[in-house]
Each structure stands twice: as structure tokens, then as C-alpha cells.
């Protein structure tokens, strides 16, 4: 069967000296493997997607198991993701995020996927806060991994007002307000800023497709990260290879 597809390449391997098997996350939210015959090749029509991301119209057969590639139309280039080492960085964690959440569930595929992928990559583009938009996205996928952020009230009394708002509990699962510290509460929690908890709390929330731009400091984006990668760590267990690409700019 023929299909035409938009996707992201995720993935490439050398198959022999002149082709290469891709993976590519499609518009449905799942990886497929295809094979591509003289990718190697100097006048290879696949050359575009040597290197870098691009949100790519692939034209492929596929029955079962491997696909074979026929034709290749970018559709987006990302040329600044692709030629800022940081920016880059940022993409390939995130990537990685969406791609290992399809690799432990495949079953659970989703069109969000590629959804998260795409506006990613495109905040990325435009030149948006690179923590803010790999916060954002890896906020959008804690759901899929099984855990939740609970940064809406005080775990202890139900308070709302965020600017009360000064730790994050492991022990009670939720933030806390200064109204309730002590060293019962405090025990197993981290200090974070009400500026931090209240970005958390609005990507939370916010509908990917409404978002037009990240935009904070530097500081500010790099404090949300490490607080969201606190998250992952508590309550999901999963490694990001890429997590030490950003962290050693």
C-alpha cells in the first residue's frame, strides 16, 4: 500500500554502502522504519535528511515491517535548530522524550506525538526561550509516562495563590505554601520559586495549539527545567541520554 505521510526522520541506520533504513515519527504519532535505497548515494534524492530536523512529506509502500521510502518534499526546514549546537541540543532531548514514550507504550500511540514534535520544534524555529519550549514540552508529557504535576494548590491546606507558593513535596506530592512549612512538611521537599511553580502550573494547562511563544530568561527557563526534571526522576524512572547535551553548555 502507497501512503503519503508527513513526519519527522527520528531515527537512521546504515542498512550497505548505499542505503540506509529511517525511522520516521508520522503525523499519527508512530515510528515507522522504512527502507531507503541510495541514501549514500552523492545524488541521492533523500539527501535532505542526512542531517538535522525537518518536518518532511514521505511518500513510502508499506505492507509489513519495513517500508520502502519512494519520495521525500520538506515541508519545514528548522534551519536555525539545526545550526545552533544549544538549540539543537535542546530538540534532540526532546525528541527523545516523545520518541521513548513511544518505544515503552506502542500501543498507546497517539496523534499528540506529533503535535508536541512539530510545535516544538517550530517554537524552537522562531526563536523561543530553548528551556522554556523543552520545559514546556516535557510537561506536556509527563502524562504519558505515567505521573502527574501537581502544582495548582498547596498539598497541605488547599491554598491557590501561588505567589505563597515556595517548596515542592515529595512526601505530599504537591507544592507548599509558606502558610504550612515546617519541619514535618519540609522534610523530602525542594525549595522552588512561586516564578518557577507558576510557569509549571500555566504549561500545564495551556492548550499546545493556543501557544505562540515561550518566552523568559535564561534563568528562569533553566530553573523550570531542572524542577521538572526532578519530576521525572520521582516519579517515572526514565533516562534521557540527551539530558547531559544540555546540561554541559
Known amino acids: 500500500m502507497i501512503y503519503q505521510q508527513r513526519g519527522i526522520m527520528i531515527r537512521q541506520t546504515n542498512y550497505s554502502e548505499t542505503s540506509r533504513i529511517i525511522t520516521i515519527l508520522n503525523e ?3 515510528s515507522v522504519p522504512l527502507m531507503a535505497r541510495g541514501f549514500n548515494k552523492p545524488k541521492s534524492p533523500f539527501i535532505v535528511l542526512r542531517q538535522g530536523f525537518r518536518e518532511v512529506l514521505f511518500t513510502y509502500n508499506r505492507f509489513k515491517g519495513i517500508g520502502t521510502l519512494n519520495e521525500v518534499d520538506v515541508v519545514q526546514q528548522f534551519k536555525h535548530v539545526n545550526n545552533d549546537f544549544e538549540v539543537y541540543s535542546c530538540a534532540v532531548y526532546m525528541m527523545e522524550m516523545i520518541t521513548k514514550a513511544i518505544e515503552d507504550a506502542p500501543e498507546d500511540v497517539t496523534a499528540e506525538y506529533y503535535r508536541l514534535a512539530v510545535k516544538g520544534l517550530e517554537l524552537f524555529e522562531a526563536g523561543n526561550s530553548k528551556y ?4 514546556l514540552i516535557a510537561i506536556k508529557m509527563l502524562k504519558y509516562y505515567g505521573a502527574e504535576l501537581n502544582v495548582d494548590e498547596c498539598a497541605v491546606c488547599g491554598n491557590r495563590n501561588y ?3 515556595s517548596h515542592y513535596s515529595f512526601k505530599y506530592h504537591g507544592v507548599l505554601c509558606n502558610n ?5 512538611t519540609t522534610a523530602r521537599s525542594n525549595l522552588i520559586s512561586n516564578r518557577v511553580l507558576y ?3 500555566y504549561m500545564k494547562h495551556v492548550k499546545i495549539d493556543d501557544i505562540e511563544s515561550v518566552k523568559m530568561s535564561d534563568e528562569n527557563g533553566r530553573m523550570l527545567l531542572k524542577f521538572i526534571e526532578l519530576i521525572y526522576d520521582e516519579y517515572t524512572g526514565v533516562f534521557f541520554k540527551a539530558r547531559k547535551m544540555v546540561h554541559m553548555e
Request: charged share 20%; with cysteine.
Open 199 to 201: 510557569l509549571a502550573a
Open 163 to 165: 505567589r505563597q507558593f
Open 180 to 184: 504550612c512549612l515546617t519541619d514535618e
Open 28 to 30: 499519527d504519532g508512530m
Open 132 to 135: 522554556g519550549v523543552l520545559s
